[in-house]
T-cell receptor
Framework: GAVVSQHPSRVICKSGTSVKIECRSL??????MFWYRQFPKKSLMLMAT?????????EQGVEKDKFLINHASLTLSTLTVTSAHPEDSSFYIC???????????FGPGTRLTVT | AQKITQTQPGMFVQEKEAVTLDCTYD???????LFWYKQPSSGEMIFLIYQGSYDEQNATEGRYSLNFQKARKSANLVISASQLGDSAMYFC?????????????FGQGTRLTINP
């Protein structure tokens, strides 16, 4: 159990366009979802935490207008990278938890390349 | 200040040998959790083992064990009888609970290479 999926697994887009990444909990209800970013050969950095039905809480330094997060249901959260630029190229990983302080189950990640 | 420190950027070990990956942490909380994750080249984060700050015994999961030294604030991962498939990045992480919400803070990672 506790499977989290992400779609797409890879995406290439042109500079200036927007990209949406989906994170789904397949076999449990995720009251809380987390979005992380990982640069090559670096560690995971938390970008934001979202609770179903409420606004996401962004970490310091993360632009909320740049990285739009929607957690409209208990099984789906989306991250939209708006007006993407090459510096937004990164590996984006989501995780989901059935409780705000419960264990996190990670998705397989999405590799975004902005040309 | 770095809350999770992994001082070994890379480790090379012969197959079937045991290996210890170091992790030290910094927190003033009494209640916290420590995790180890494996990240192969595919990128997925694979949960390996968990240790709660109040757990008196070291956590074990198959070939993985966590050497928890609370006074030293260290949580080293020990992999016994290493296998070629163990080659990957390994991340230590600490979970903090802040105002009813959790945050996972990751270390810099250690790249483990198992040689045949």
């Amino acid at each position: 159990g506790a499977v989290v999926s992400q779609h797409p697994s890879r995406v290439i887009c042109k500079s200036g366009t927007s990209v949406k990444i989906e994170c789904r909990s397949l076999d449990f209800q995720a009251t809380t979802m987390f979005w992380y970013r990982q640069f090559p050969k670096k560690s995971l950095m938390l970008m934001a935490t979202s609770n179903e039905g409420s606004k996401a809480t962004y970490e310091q330094g993360v632009e909320k207008d740049k990285f739009l997060i929607n957690h409209a249901s208990l099984t789906l959260s989306t991250l939209t990278v708006t007006s993407a630029h090459p510096e937004d190229s990164s590996f984006y990983i989501c995780s989901a938890s059935s409780r705000p302080t419960g264990g996190q189950y990670f998705g397989p990640g999405t590799r975004l390349t902005v040309t | 200040a770095q809350k999770i420190t992994q001082t070994q950027p890379g480790m090379f070990v012969q197959e079937k040998e045991a290996v210890t990956l170091d992790c030290t942490y910094d927190t003033s909380d009494q209640s916290y959790g420590l995790f180890w994750y494996k990240q192969p080249s595919s990128g997925e984060m694979i949960f390996l083992i968990y240790q709660g700050s109040y757990d008196e015994q070291n956590a074990t999961e198959g070939r993985y064990s966590l050497n928890f030294q609370k006074a030293r604030k260290s949580a080293n991962l020990v992999i016994s009888a290493s296998q070629l498939g163990d080659s990957a990045m390994y991340f230590c992480a600490m979970r903090e609970i802040i105002q009813g919400a959790q945050k996972l803070v990751f270390g810099q990672g250690t790249r483990l290479t198992i040689n045949p």
